[in-house]
């Protein structure tokens, strides 16, 4: 049974930060590129940051480039989203998606609020 779970979501101060996780099981992570999206309400879905099978390559979004940092442990088959100098405007469900060819699997979501 394909699973992610992500964690680590929080109410957090501007100017906070924050790391998310994304557990996986079910699958061969190792072997799919890994991304985060998040939604905010009202809005559709956005691409966050992505990283590939390996770990060898990322991107960003331009809104969050300098201030995020994903990164993944194949051995603890994880996907993390370091967070820093968090904005209001970075509130939102934050969702792991993992990607093999036409394979796409999506977790729950984990809710971040930044806010004072």
């Known amino acids: 049974q394909v699973q992610l779970v992500e964690s680590g979501g929080n109410l957090v101060q501007p100017g906070g930060s924050l790391r998310l996780s994304c557990a996986a099981s079910?699958?061969?992570?190792?072997?799919?590129?890994m991304s985060w999206y998040r939604q905010a309400p009202g809005k559709e879905r956005e691409l966050v940051a992505a990283?590939?099978?390996?770990?060898?390559?990322?991107n960003y979004a331009d809104s969050v480039k300098g201030r995020f940092t994903i990164s993944r442990d194949n051995a603890k088959n994880t996907l993390y989203l370091q967070m820093n100098s968090l904005k209001p405007e970075d509130t939102a469900v934050y969702y792991c998606k993992a990607s093999f060819g036409l394979t796409k699997y999506w977790g729950q979501g984990t809710q971040v609020t930044v806010s004072s």
């Open positions: 990283i590939t099978s390996a770990g060898d390559s990322t």
């Open positions: 079910g699958f061969t992570f190792s072997h799919y590129g």
